[in-house]
């Protein structure tokens, strides 16, 4: 088995242990990534076991694990139910999701995922796909763009942010990630504006990527094929993911013919995932320390039920 991991996998100690694994288990890791959460979990299955590797991204195909009990899928995570069928696997035991942005995307600076690079306004998971960061910024209307900012940044100026990228784009093209900062930078808190120009960056990936719909169709997916007992372990970095994947935690299952005994007496559905984590666990200094991408983590552990 041989894979060169490109970042270091965040919390790894703590996703294997939610993930409850059994030797002759079948898993999914739906952000492949480098490999590094995919390398312990095949370190601790045996020959009956298998794990499926998700990534929409051609870097991590080239780079996948190779290893009999390792299949590697080049998909978005938004479509694991499609795949596991086509794979014949009524059921798994685990499903891992990293939601955050390896280390290795925001150092190719051909990508253009970071302002830390002066690169071509792309943020593509997937090069394959036509919609592009420059696609947003130069044809977008102002009142979307000032959305996109908001709900995908939280940026409070969201309003003022693309008044000023659709005056500039009038008059000069925004084709690269360092113009697009310079633009937006202005409009800062000085003592912020690192963090806020990360927003926007933030924002304009979700977008690109289409991440929020992608990841309610997963945690739809998931919960369908997870087998009773199966571990769902989904680690995020910003608060809009870790709302969304909280609230689907509480409410996995619920529709109108729940006749749950919970159901009948108090009038609340019970969901058909349990919260293990009693709400996030978050990474410890010395996880910090090491890894600083970990910073803004947090990890939600759920079972079916």
Known sequence: MDCPTYHIPVMLNECIEGLNIKPDGIYLDLTYGGGGHSMEI????????????????????DGAIQDDKFTFVHSNFRFIGNWMRYYNVE???????????SSHHLDDG?????????????????????????NIVMEYPEDRIADILYLYGELRHSRRIAAKIVKHRTKEEIKTTGQL??????????????KDLARVFQALRIEVNGEMKALGEML????????????LVIMTYH???DRIVKNYIKKAGHNKDDNSTDSLIFGKPT???????K????????????????????????EKR
């Open 91 to 101: 059921g798994v035991d685990g499903i891992l999701a990293d939601l955050g942005v």
């Open 279 to 302: 709400g996030a666990v978050i990474p410890s200094e010395e996880e910090i320390n090491i890894n600083p991408r970990s910073r803004s983590a947090k990890l939600r552990i759920a």
């Open 239 to 241: 608060s809009l993911e």
């Open 220 to 231: 739809e997916s998931a919960t369908s094929i997870l087998n009773q007992g199966g571990r």
């Open 181 to 194: 900062a310079g633009i937006v930078a202005p409009l800062l808190n000085r003592e912020r504006e690192k």
């Open 271 to 277: 969901s058909i995932l349990k919260d293990l984590s």
């Open 42 to 61: 095949l370190s601790r299955l045996d020959d009956r076991g298998h794990l499926y590797g998700f990534d929409q991204d051609k870097d991590a195909m």
């Open 110 to 134: 051909e990508r253009g995922f970071s302002f830390r690079h002066d690169a071509p306004l792309d943020m593509r998971m997937n090069r394959k796909s036509s919609l592009t960061a420059y």
